[in-house]
């Protein structure tokens, strides 16, 4: 038996995962704000994506070009007018919780509206390539999966590029690190939290589309997603960007080569099990740094 | 001379505590002015009033006869009126080059990034030297010689230093204070907080001295450094 395709397909979900948990990181690490709705933004994406696939025909690839730039203004303005007056509300309180019971909340609606309009049904966008195997000597991959190794990958370099070297990114870095400073750097930071979110929702966009030929989409998909991403983000550290990357690979590592050896239920315990050992021996994750 | 920066009967602090009762304080176009006070006179609140950082409870802080009280702080830096705070706060993952690119992230001073940061690290070269270092780990001198040239990459009309001086060996603080002297002799407006009262006074032209968030007396730096009071609270002599 060989363990390529499962390595090979474990890495394309851990990219995934990574991608989303990314977002998750990014809101984080610039707001200090944990997005609950998180999931529900993924699952918006993928129901609206499926939508415009069904109707259309179009590559599911190339609706990224629609889907994204729409996701990320959703986000810009979910920021813009949900979570900012209650962030501002309690700006004076030590233990915010209204911002997460708020997400938490936003969830629910969004997961119900779904229902209601879009149905419990599970469905899958079956594309001309959704079943296409490459043969690699004696191992076969899967198309979908091959191509969302790339695409994750190629988005989560963009994505590192854009906060490296671009002006907008070093403000948001700026914002993450320090926001009273950052401020005095003329920065607006409700502006960069905005920019922050959309670019959030905008990388689950890709992560949906991605998946769309190969999962299916139903309003609850974005539970398991989300609690991918929560482990993938405390796995490698709150607020570290290399940290959910390593993240990702592991736990989608750990779920299909596991998968080889075991049935679906113990891998998820494995996945909890390894997740708990790292939080036991450095509980800030693998690339956090200590809290203070 | 014309006053650049005017407050008037001001009054701020946190929440329900009240630090700052009616300050009057003026700063002229050119001049260091030095406020000057013991640990907890409200030194730093004023400084965060100023940058936008507190609201005004009471009272008008007018920039070039416009009122500015009012604006976020983010706006405030904009109009050049620029702090170092105290304790540095430099962007601790960032290195030295990457905090002073952020220093000129506003659109209006990203014109002169280049030449700012060439007359920094020719101001500094240990900054230059240290260019693709964390700041974080920076010594503690290092670290304010990197915040006062985050600011400077700012243009400030008017640069704010809350107590530069604070936490440096007897060395590098005359250095500090040297450098203080040498960018307002290029032109920019310093208020500089101390509490190392001597040097400040000694390198000011006027001085307010802060107490219990009251100006409890103000003049030409000249005369406070021989005042008797003065002497025998700030100068231990």
């Known amino acids: ?292 | 001379m014309s006053k650049l920066l005017e407050i008037e009967g001001v009054c701020s602090g946190y929440g329900d505590v009240k630090v700052l009762h009616d300050i009057n304080l003026y700063v002229e176009e050119g001049e260091i002015l030095s406020v000057v006070g013991a640990n907890g006179a409200g030194k730093t609140t004023l400084m965060r009033t100023i940058s936008g950082q507190l609201p005004t409870t009471a009272g008008e802080i007018r920039f070039m006869g416009e009122a500015v009280n009012h604006l976020p702080a983010y706006k405030i830096a904009e109009r050049g009126i620029i702090q170092v705070p105290e304790g540095r706060r430099l962007f601790p993952y960032m290195t030295v080059h990457e905090n002073l690119l952020i220093g000129s992230t506003m659109k209006h001073v990203r014109a002169s990034r280049e030449k700012n940061l060439q007359y920094i690290y020719q101001l500094l070269p240990r900054l230059k030297e240290r260019e693709r270092q964390v700041a974080s780990t920076l010594s503690g001198g290092e670290q304010q010689m990197l915040a006062i040239g985050r600011a400077l990459m700012e243009n400030p009309r008017i640069l704010m230093l809350d107590e530069p001086s604070l936490g440096l060996s007897p060395l590098l603080v005359s250095t500090v204070f040297e450098l203080v002297q040498t960018i307002a002799k290029a032109g920019t407006t310093v208020l500089l907080v101390e509490q190392n009262v001597k040097q400040a006074l000694k390198i000011s032209s006027r001085a307010y001295v802060l107490e219990n968030g009251v100006v409890a007396m103000n003049g030409p730096s000249s005369e406070l450094i021989d005042n008797p009071y003065v002497k025998k609270a700030f100068l231990g002599l």
């Open chain 1, 1 to 292: 038996m060989s363990l390529m395709p499962s390595i090979i397909n474990g890495a394309s979900m851990g990219a995934i995962y990574r991608l989303i948990a990314m977002g998750l990181t990014l809101i984080f690490g610039t707001m200090r704000v944990t997005n609950f709705a998180h999931g529900a933004m993924l699952m918006l994406s993928m129901i609206t994506a499926y939508s415009v696939w069904a109707a259309t025909g179009i590559n599911p690839y190339l609706l990224i070009v629609i889907i994204g730039p729409l996701m990320f203004f959703v986000g810009y303005a979910t920021q813009l007018f949900l979570i900012r007056p209650v962030l501002k509300a309690e700006s004076d309180k030590n233990d915010p919780i209204g911002v997460l019971l708020l997400t938490a909340g936003f969830s629910i609606v969004l997961e119900n509206l779904a229902l209601m309009i879009f149905g419990a049904d599970y469905r899958m966008a079956q594309t001309d390539f959704s079943n296409t195997v490459f043969t690699f000597g004696r191992t076969s991959l899967s198309a979908p999966r091959l191509y969302g190794l790339i695409i994750t990958l190629v988005v989560s370099a963009l994505l590192w590029a854009f906060l490296q070297c671009t002006e907008p990114g070093r403000q948001l870095r700026a914002t993450g690190q320090d926001r009273n400073t950052a401020a005095l750097m003329g920065i607006n930071s409700e502006q960069t939290f905005a920019v922050a979110f959309g670019i959030s929702t905008a990388l689950l966009a890709v992560a949906g589309l991605v998946l769309l030929p190969f999962y299916y989409v139903t309003p609850s998909v974005g539970n398991v997603f989300q609690t991918r991403a929560f482990i993938v983000v405390v796995l490698g550290g709150l607020g570290s960007v290399p940290g959910a990357l390593v993240g990702g690979i592991i736990i989608g590592l750990i779920e299909t080569v596991a998968a080889q050896f075991m049935t679906a239920s113990v891998t998820s315990v494995l996945i909890y099990l390894v997740f708990l050992i790292v939080l036991f021996v450095k509980p800030s994750g693998l690339f956090g740094t200590p809290f203070h």
